[in-house]
């Protein structure tokens, strides 16, 4: 089974301020098997990214992902005041789905 | 526009059952695989259990196996768990999920979850 490490746990920034999210694999992934969610308090999540680096619909283009192998990285360029939120990124196999233990953006 | 929604949660006691609800619209919804998420409380997000669009394909999480069913009415556009032998480390919410697209276990939109709760 494939497990996923994202870091850091907790990423406190300001508004305007570049945001770079880590999520690691235990071993080499497809990155077309690969995605970011957002999961704001109280509300489902919502896919931001998928295959790694393509942006779903509706999703602004400050976000973006990018990776290979067993690192992949979410990015937001500039953190606008709703960005503030918890991201996941996911992975699925042929038979199982995991997600990482999440990285939460908190306003500094 | 899509919608999911989920019902069926509650209190159950230990060893008890539920089945949760998820009523699809607006989408083909028998074109599509759907999946069961769930989160405890202050917790991370946790994949159940997917079904594929015919119901020929089913997959669980390994702690779940023997416990869960999950099945679908594409008559109805609704999908369903079953959940028996219930346990604490059951309690969570549960959100179902449409895939993006066949072959793609990407979930671009989600239920407003029900809350199951496993307690004495």
């Known amino acids: 089974e494939i497990l996923l490490t994202q870091s850091p746990g907790t990423l406190s920034l300001s508004p305007g301020e570049r945001a770079t999210l880590s999520c690691r694999a235990t071993?080499?992934?497809?990155?077309?098997?690969l995605a970011w969610y957002q999961q704001k308090p109280g509300q489902a999540p919502r896919l931001l990214i998928y295959?790694?680096?393509s942006r779903a619909t509706d999703i602004p283009d400050r976000f973006s992902g990018s990776g290979s192998g067993t690192d992949f990285t979410l990015t937001i360029s500039r953190l606008e005041p709703e960005d503030f939120a918890v991201y996941y990124c996911?992975?699925?196999?042929?038979?199982?789905?995991?997600f990482g233990g999440g990285t939460k953006v908190e306003i500094k | 526009e899509v919608q999911l929604f989920d019902s069926g949660g509650g209190f159950v006691q230990p060893g008890g059952s539920l089945r949760l609800s998820c009523a699809a619209s607006?989408?083909?919804?028998?074109?599509?695989?759907m999946t069961w998420v769930r989160q405890a409380p202050g917790k991370g997000l946790e994949w159940v259990s997917a079904?594929?669009?015919?119901?020929?394909?089913?997959y669980y999480i390994d702690s779940v196996k023997g416990r869960f069913t999950i099945s679908r009415d594409n008559s109805k556009s609704t999908l369903y768990l079953h959940m028996n032998n219930l346990r604490a480390e059951d309690t969570a919410i549960y959100y179902c999920?449409?895939?993006?697209?066949?072959?793609?276990?990407?979930?671009?939109?989600w239920g407003q979850g029900t809350l199951v709760t496993v307690s004495s």
């Open positions: 607006g989408f083909t919804f028998s074109s599509y695989a």
């Open positions: 999920a449409k895939n993006l697209a066949t072959g793609m276990a990407f979930y671009d939109s």
């Open positions: 295959g790694a680096s």
């Open positions: 079904i594929s669009p015919s119901s020929n394909s089913i």
């Open positions: 071993q080499s992934v497809s990155i077309t098997s």
């Open positions: 996911q992975h699925y196999g042929t038979s199982s789905v995991t």
